[in-house]
């Protein structure tokens, strides 16, 4: 049996566990330093599949001022809108955990769940979730976008180490197989 691809979490949130404020900004994020330390460039060496909500592609994309996004990555993006045309980007609807297993079975590099809340939360209610890299920036913002949105998920996760990035603190943490 072939093995399955690894499904990856790697994102930053606030310290009261916000992806975005309520208007899906992002400005507080870009206003924390990081001291040119970063482990983005080694960490997107290991994808080649990138799935996200057409929130978080429109917001990105609105980030890059016309510059590709996610250049040589598939992009797979949940939305309920009629698809446009993107360069190497599917746009896709239904069972959010259904369709990532699909990508999950064919031959490739780790698939990163970019965001938001609303695609996490389905797999993490199927434990489909296998590492996580999650950058904690000291910012609050009371209100806004959560990462981990309430569901029916309830496991440990298994700490592998943390990274200080000038002001962020990345969790790195893997799946563990026991649920309580």
Do not use: C
């Amino acid at each position: 049996m072939r093995n399955m691809r690894k499904i990856v979490f790697y994102g930053a949130i606030s310290l009261d566990g916000y992806l975005s404020d309520q208007n899906d900004n992002l400005q507080w994020l870009f206003d924390t330093k990081l001291n040119n330390v970063s482990t983005y460039e080694k960490f997107e060496r290991n994808i080649d599949t990138v799935v996200m909500g057409r929130k978080t592609y429109e917001e990105t994309k609105q980030l890059l001022k016309g510059q590709e996004l996610y250049p040589g990555k598939q992009k797979v993006i949940f939305s309920h809108q009629a698809p446009f045309e993107d360069n190497n980007t599917e746009f896709v609807a239904g069972d959010i955990s259904k369709i990532v297993k699909k990508y999950q079975s064919q031959v490739g590099k780790s698939i990163w769940i970019v965001g938001g809340g609303s695609i996490l939360k389905p797999l993490l209610e199927e434990n489909l979730i296998d590492e996580y890299w999650i950058q904690i920036a000291p910012v609050l913002l009371g209100t806004g976008k959560r990462l981990f949105e309430e569901g029916n998920y309830r496991y440990r996760l298994k700490f592998i180490n943390t990274t200080q990035m000038g002001e962020l603190t990345e969790l790195h943490l893997k799946k563990e197989y026991i649920a309580y």
